[in-house]
């Protein structure tokens, strides 16, 4: 069964290279730092990123001047949608100098975040709006502050997040996006909570299954609370309404509230997979190219660029590589085996 559909070509326009299955180049995922300063069991678990784990030097992360000469490049091959994320981009110094840089390159149509709001303050959030960013989607894994204490791990308030969640409203960076990773036993009891908070606030919430991504965390099939069964327990309290994709390649799906209190969505990777309109490539903190969230090693555009590759040459190294990607691991999940050294990549390193 062939993956190319009308949608994914006609939404490529024709400098933009098509992979195997039809799928354009249009959206680019930026990881800014490996360093998270939350220890989330799925993501980051301390016995594995404790004090002596060992962080990507500074000088191997891409500067600024580097991000946006590829972030450039990418552009060029169709893509119009950035995410900057990490580990916590927030951590990354002058971050608002880079959104400025990328904002201004021709082509691109919007530039968000996905952060965990621990350091998002007024000031922060309106610094990155003036420069140029356009949406923040936070990550909430919990209302309830003794059991998100728990799950990040550093004993951070719930109460913080709350209030970066409102700051990045004020700033303008709307809708603010919530997204919530479940796992069953530890955060289903927060569907209905999170649901009632954020109800009728003009805040997006997005519940995730939780992935099989990297081997960082023990992932098991049966700890996954399916979009199903989300959808089903907030559709019994409060009645939903499917609601159309809002662009070709959406990852969510997207329901609206029967009573006209806003949205909420299920992104589905496990249950339900879309690959087949994943039009996303991702550029890790070292500048390693990576199609999918699944991978297991990326295609190295650091050592190219520093060693004085012409854009040209750079552009044909990406464009090279997304015509032969025939990425389709959700879809696969459980059919096909990895080896013993194709161990995925972790989250922290290339972003969610």
Known sequence: MSLTSDNHRAAASDSTPLDRFGR???????????????????????HLFGA?????????????????????????????????????????????VLVKRLAGLPGIEDISLTTNGALLDTAYARALAGAGLRRITVSLDALDDDLFRQINDVGFPVATVLAAIDHAAQAGLTPVKVNVVLRKGVNESQILPLAEYFRGTGVVLRFIEYMDVGGAADWQRPAVVTADQIIERIGQRWPLEPLPASQPG????????????????????????????????????????????????????????????????LLALISGRWVSRDDRYSELRGRVRRGDDAQPVNMSYIGG
């Open 52 to 96: 002596s784990h060992a962080f990507l030097p500074r000088r191997e992360l891409l500067s600024f001047e580097e991000i946006e000469r590829l972030a450039g490049l990418f552009a060029r091959l169709g893509v119009r949608k950035l995410r900057l994320t990490g580990g916590e981009p927030l951590l990354r110094r002058d971050l608002p």
């Open 24 to 46: 354009g180049l249009r959206d680019l995922r930026i990881s800014l730092t490996d360093r998270c300063n939350f220890r989330c069991g799925y993501c980051m678990p301390r």
């Open 250 to 313: 959406e990852t969510a799906r997207r329901f609206r509230y029967a009573d006209g209190q806003g949205e909420v969505g299920v992104i589905a990777s496990v249950s339900q997979p879309f690959c087949g309109g994943c039009t996303r490539a991702r550029l890790s903190a070292i500048g390693e190219l990576y199609t999918c969230l699944f991978a297991s090693r990326g295609m190295d555009l650091r050592e190219p660029l520093r060693a004085g590759a012409s854009d040209d040459a």
